[in-house]
């Protein structure tokens, strides 16, 4: 399987480091006063200090510097927490007034070691506008950090061994706790980070720059971000691009095994179509299937290798693993025509080859990742609003392998760990939809296994000025899909230029499917 091209980075749970160039200091000019307000009955207000870069940065001009925000803007002595910001510049001198502000997925993902490869997606933006990218609070090379390395450690324990999926969650519930119980210990406010308050810290962060209003971008939880702070300062807002909606209405537990099974049956339903892919690789559903059982009673080891530590380690991989590495798969778009060469290496018991490339990308993504801060957000956001029986209503029609063990995997570790991780739910407002005039462009993958299309359209019924556009054969994330991402970069730079009119989607005919034969 050939090496995934870096901007594929961008479209995972946690984006990987390792596409990183060589390290860069730059300093910028003072934009804000660094004096410290004094006491008073209102909280801290938030201010900008310019100053050196702290991560790797890519050739060009990049300003950097670090936002203070008040941990919890409803205590008027709330502590100060860091937020480290980069500032990509224009090659235009004259820049237009209103940039792009970058809005990572996770929640909780790391942002500004993705700085090496934001210019490339967004290039033609960066013809007229500046780019904004900083580390969300809790998250990368923001202070304090919620990263887990407990749960980290655990993991790499766990990689090799054969564990079932209750051992498995078990074992990160109680990792998690562990970090929960330092965090708290070093007097972090659990209860102040939420959506809400990253959507603060954005207006603040606009505020602080100087800027009057900018355009956002959002993918996968970005978008929820972005549609927050549409909501809460729709004042500082011009245009917003939606790639990957994640709107707030929707039960992301209750649907994940509904919308993982849609996107597997139309990637095996699109091979099975392509004459040359059926050709190839006939019945490659049943060859999945009965690779899965398989490796049920055999499963195969390999030596993987941790990508910022160089160090190995062996990974069992079962019939329940590779499922999951099936719906992982479906993420890469630049990837979905490799996968059928993928899956017929290993049934045909030709070694695992492919598979090990790709779990050599995608196996150690916690790494990149603040699983405090996602934990914080999807426990008080997400799981306070579902139920087992919701999950049971909504996924009550799926395959029972694949039902069962995505939700083994994903649903019942959340509602396990948000029981032990104590998060008060969210106000009702979190789980409204999102009403709003302010230009939206809507982009999503139509094989996208976790953000389906539908939840753009859902997105889009309360976005009065909206634009709605279906990628096909796209994954997640579809700004960074690859050779099919020139397409969406091309329309999101002519609906920046322009947000009262919709972008010329012609060039999305020319999107098709292919698959490669090893």
Same mark, same amino acid.
């Given at each position: 399987?050939?090496?995934?091209?870096?901007?594929?980075?961008?479209?995972?749970?946690?984006?990987?480091?390792?596409?990183?160039?060589?390290?860069t200091?730059?300093?910028?000019?003072?934009?804000?006063?660094?004096?410290?307000?004094?006491?008073?009955?209102?909280?801290?207000?938030?201010?900008?200090?310019?100053?050196?870069?702290?991560?790797?940065?890519?050739?060009?001009?990049?300003?950097?510097?670090?936002?203070?925000?008040?941990?919890?803007?409803?205590?008027?002595?709330?502590?100060?927490?860091?937020?480290?910001?980069?500032?990509?510049?224009?090659?235009?001198?004259k820049?237009a007034?209103?940039?792009?502000?970058?809005?990572?997925?996770?929640p909780?993902?790391?942002?500004?070691?993705?700085?090496s490869?934001?210019?490339?997606?967004?290039?033609?933006?960066?013809?007229?506008?500046?780019?904004?990218?900083?580390?969300?609070?809790?998250?990368?090379?923001?202070?304090?950090?919620?990263?887990?390395?407990?749960?980290?450690?655990?993991?790499?324990?766990?990689?090799?061994?054969?564990?079932?999926?209750?051992?498995?969650?078990?074992h990160r519930?109680?990792?998690?706790?562990?970090?929960?119980?330092?965090?708290?210990?070093?007097?972090?406010?659990?209860?102040?980070?939420?959506?809400?308050?990253n959507?603060?810290?954005?207006?603040?962060?606009?505020?602080?720059?100087?800027?009057?209003?900018?355009?956002?971008?959002?993918?996968?939880?970005?978008?929820?971000?972005?549609?927050?702070?549409?909501?809460?300062?729709?004042?500082?807002?011009?245009?917003?691009?939606l790639?990957?909606?994640?709107?707030?209405?929707?039960?992301?537990?209750?649907?994940?095994?509904?919308?993982?099974?849609?996107?597997?049956?139309?990637?095996?339903?699109?091979?099975?179509?392509? =004459? &040359?892919?059926? @050709? *190839?690789?006939? !019945?490659?559903?049943?060859?999945?299937?009965?690779?899965?059982?398989? +490796?049920?009673?055999?499963?195969?080891?390999?030596?993987?290798?941790?990508?910022?530590?160089?160090?190995?380690?062996?990974?069992?991989?079962?019939?329940?693993?590779?499922?999951?590495?099936?719906?992982?798969?479906?993420?890469?778009?630049?990837?979905?025509?490799?996968?059928?060469?993928?899956?017929?290496?290993l049934?045909?018991?030709?070694?695992?080859y492919?598979?090990?490339?790709?779990?050599?990308?995608?196996?150690?993504?916690?790494?990149?990742?603040?699983?405090?801060?996602?934990?914080?957000?999807?426990?008080?956001?997400?799981?306070?609003?579902?139920?087992?029986?919701?999950?049971?209503?909504?996924?009550?029609?799926?395959?029972?392998?694949?039902?069962?063990?995505?939700?083994?995997?994903?649903?019942?570790?959340?509602?396990?760990?948000?029981?032990?991780?104590? =998060? &008060?739910?969210? @106000? *009702?407002?979190? !789980?409204?939809?999102?009403?709003?005039?302010?230009?939206?462009?809507? +982009?999503?993958?139509?094989?996208?296994?976790?953000?389906?299309?539908?939840?753009?359209?859902?997105?889009?019924?309360?976005?009065?000025?909206?634009?709605?556009?279906?990628?096909?054969?796209?994954?997640?994330?579809?700004?960074?899909?690859?050779?099919?991402?020139?397409?969406?970069?091309?329309?999101?730079?002519?609906?920046?230029?322009d947000?009262?009119?919709?972008?010329?989607?012609?060039?999305?005919?020319?999107?098709?499917?292919?698959?490669?034969?090893?």
């Amino acid at each position: 399987m050939k090496s995934m091209p870096k901007w594929l980075c961008l479209v995972l749970i946690a984006l990987i480091a390792a596409c990183q160039s060589a390290p860069t200091t730059l300093m910028s000019p003072t934009t804000a006063s660094s004096s410290t307000p004094a006491p008073s009955s209102a909280p801290t207000p938030a201010r900008f200090e310019a100053g050196p870069c702290q991560f790797s940065v890519p050739a060009g001009k990049i300003d950097c510097g670090v936002l203070f925000v008040p941990e919890d803007r409803s205590e008027p002595n709330s502590p100060l927490i860091q937020l480290p910001v980069a500032v990509i510049r224009s090659s235009n001198p004259k820049p237009a007034l209103d940039p792009v502000v970058y809005l990572n997925g996770g929640p909780g993902a790391y942002s500004l070691d993705n700085l090496s490869f934001l210019p490339v997606l967004f290039k033609e933006v960066l013809a007229n506008r500046d780019l904004i990218v900083f580390d969300q609070r809790g998250a990368g090379y923001a202070s304090p950090s919620l990263n887990c390395p407990e749960a980290d450690d655990q993991f790499y324990q766990d990689l090799g061994q054969n564990l079932t999926q209750e051992e498995a969650q078990q074992h990160r519930v109680q990792a998690m706790h562990t970090c929960r119980e330092r965090l708290i210990k070093q007097g972090i406010n659990l209860a102040a980070y939420t959506s809400a308050a990253n959507a603060a810290d954005v207006d603040d962060l606009r505020s602080a720059l100087g800027y009057a209003k900018w355009n956002l971008y959002g993918v996968s939880y970005g978008t929820r971000l972005a549609l927050t702070v549409m909501r809460d300062f729709p004042d500082g807002v011009r245009s917003a691009i939606l790639d990957s909606a994640y709107p707030p209405q929707v039960d992301a537990e209750a649907e994940l095994a509904g919308n993982a099974e849609r996107a597997i049956n139309l990637f095996f339903e699109r091979c099975a179509a392509d =004459t &040359k892919c059926n @050709a *190839a690789y006939p !019945n490659l559903k049943d060859a999945f299937y009965e690779t899965v059982a398989r +490796l049920d009673t055999t499963p195969l080891t390999m030596t993987l290798t941790r990508r910022n530590t160089g160090q190995s380690y062996e990974a069992v991989v079962n019939g329940k693993r590779l499922i999951v590495d099936l719906f992982l798969m479906l993420y890469f778009t630049d990837g979905l025509p490799y996968v059928p060469a993928l899956i017929d290496e290993l049934h045909a018991e030709r070694g695992a080859y492919m598979l090990r490339d790709f779990l050599n990308q995608t196996a150690f993504l916690d790494d990149y990742i603040s699983e405090g801060m996602n934990a914080a957000i999807r426990c008080g956001e997400e799981v306070s609003f579902t139920s087992p029986q919701a999950i049971a209503t909504a996924s009550a029609t799926v395959s029972p392998r694949l039902r069962d063990t995505l939700q083994r995997r994903f649903v019942s570790p959340d509602l396990a760990l948000c029981a032990e991780w104590g =998060t &008060k739910p969210a @106000a *009702a407002l979190e !789980n409204q939809p999102v009403v709003s005039d302010i230009p939206t462009l809507i +982009l999503a993958g139509d094989n996208d296994p976790i953000t389906p299309p539908a939840w753009g359209k859902l997105a889009a019924q309360t976005l009065g000025h909206s634009h709605f556009f279906e990628f096909p054969w796209v994954g997640h994330g579809v700004l960074g899909a690859g050779v099919w991402g020139s397409c969406s970069q091309s329309m999101m730079s002519a609906f920046i230029a322009d947000p009262n009119s919709a972008p010329d989607s012609a060039c999305l005919s020319k999107l098709k499917p292919f698959f490669v034969k090893r």
